[in-house]
């Protein structure tokens, strides 16, 4: 079923709805509030860090700000097909911007704590994994530029609704594989026993709820847009704003606490001062970081 089907298929207030529901104007409000307080912040951390690959973070939540600023227009409209194009293309490709900056992260984190525990170098989980979100990015845009324009054709907007699902399952593989990486470098240091700084923890454990909340934005979105644009979870608010809204402002929010500009300098900065030798007990090393 199409976007022409499913406006037909749902009214509000006998008027065709494009989204099957009238949006609900607090949900909009709070989204565009929390984004947009959360974005400033960013742009003052990652300017006084100077880490300047963290502006990823603030084009994922200008992204963010969009969709949300659609969603609200479309409470008062909730017919505008533009309006409705605008925060269905932005909100879902917007989350691909904060997976970037993990994947880096992650990178930085084995450089700190230890090449040796991991799979792949940490030039590669960048290489590899912000390759994998930017095709899934394009993948998504397109998708969704291809049903926007034969929506408003009124032609068959099934063919860019797939192309847009398989954007969200290719986001939803690479995620996969990068959590399956990171489980298996922490059981090798956990098997090694390396000693982690307690604020190696902190940020450790920062960027874990990150990855959780990317991860079930993901399965939610492909379990969604596989329902179809009539589907029952697309067409009931609550789902987007607890599987959608609720865990991505938790993720950008969880950046501005455990802000990498912070951390990561904290930890090359003692790395470089308080180098603690290895030391070998029982054939197990065993590292402070």
Same mark, same amino acid.
């Not at 609900?24 to 912040?41: A, E, K, N, R």
């Given at each position: 079923?199409?976007?022409?089907?499913?406006?037909?298929?749902?009214?509000?207030?006998?008027?065709?709805?494009?989204?099957?529901?009238?949006?609900?104007?607090?949900?909009?409000?709070?989204?565009?509030?929390?984004?947009?307080?959360?974005?400033?912040?960013?742009?003052?951390?990652?300017?006084?860090?100077?880490?300047?690959?963290?502006?990823?973070?603030?084009?994922? &939540?200008?992204?963010?700000? #969009?969709?949300?600023?659609?969603?609200?227009?479309?409470?008062?409209?909730?017919?505008?097909?533009?309006?409705?194009?605008?925060?269905?293309?932005?909100?879902?490709? %917007?989350?691909?911007?904060?997976?970037?900056?993990?994947?880096?992260?992650?990178?930085?984190?084995?450089?700190?704590?230890?090449?040796?525990?991991?799979?792949?170098?940490?030039?590669?989980?960048?290489?590899?994994?912000?390759?994998?979100?930017?095709?899934?990015?394009?993948?998504? %845009?397109?998708?969704?530029?291809?049903?926007?324009? %034969?929506?408003?054709?009124? &032609?068959? %907007?099934?063919?860019?609704?797939?192309?847009?699902?398989? &954007?969200?399952?290719?986001?939803?593989?690479?995620?996969?594989?990068?959590?399956?990486?990171?489980?298996?470098?922490?059981?090798?240091?956990?098997?090694?026993?390396?000693?982690?700084?307690?604020?190696?923890?902190?940020?450790?454990?920062?960027?874990?709820?990150?990855?959780?909340? #990317?991860?079930?934005?993901?399965?939610?979105?492909?379990?969604?847009?596989?329902?179809?644009?009539?589907?029952?979870? #697309?067409?009931?608010?609550?789902?987007?704003?607890?599987?959608?809204?609720?865990?991505?402002? #938790?993720?950008?929010?969880?950046?501005?606490?455990?802000?990498?500009?912070?951390?990561?300098?904290?930890?090359?900065?003692?790395?470089?001062?308080?180098?603690?030798?290895?030391?070998?007990?029982?054939?197990?090393?065993?590292?402070?970081?």
């Amino acid at each position: 079923m199409n976007f022409t089907q499913l406006s037909t298929t749902h009214t509000h207030n006998s008027v065709s709805s494009w989204y099957g529901y009238q949006p609900s104007l607090g949900v909009g409000i709070t989204g565009l509030t929390l984004f947009t307080l959360s974005t400033v912040v960013h742009v003052y951390q990652t300017c006084t860090s100077r880490m300047w690959w963290l502006f990823v973070l603030v084009l994922g &939540g200008i992204t963010e700000i #969009i969709g949300y600023a659609a969603r609200i227009y479309s409470w008062y409209d909730d017919t505008n097909l533009n309006a409705f194009l605008a925060q269905t293309v932005t909100l879902i490709i %917007a989350p691909a911007f904060f997976s970037a900056a993990l994947y880096v992260v992650f990178g930085q984190i084995i450089n700190t704590v230890g090449r040796q525990y991991s799979i792949l170098e940490p030039k590669w989980y960048i290489i590899v994994f912000v390759i994998a979100d930017l095709i899934s990015l394009i993948v998504q %845009a397109v998708g969704g530029g291809q049903a926007a324009v %034969a929506t408003q054709t009124n &032609g068959d %907007a099934s063919n860019g609704t797939h192309i847009m699902v398989a &954007g969200i399952c290719w986001q939803m593989f690479s995620m996969s594989v990068y959590v399956l990486l990171v489980i298996i470098y922490i059981f090798r240091i956990r098997k090694a026993k390396v000693e982690l700084t307690g604020n190696m923890k902190i940020f450790a454990s920062g960027m874990s709820i990150v990855t959780l909340m #990317i991860f079930i934005r993901c399965i939610y979105r492909t379990v969604e847009l596989l329902g179809g644009w009539s589907g029952y979870i #697309i067409t009931h608010e609550v789902y987007f704003a607890c599987l959608d809204g609720l865990p991505m402002i #938790i993720a950008l929010i969880t950046f501005n606490i455990f802000h990498p500009g912070r951390y990561i300098k904290n930890f090359r900065r003692n790395n470089a001062i308080n180098t603690v030798p290895q030391a070998k007990t029982n054939g197990i090393a065993t590292e402070h970081v």
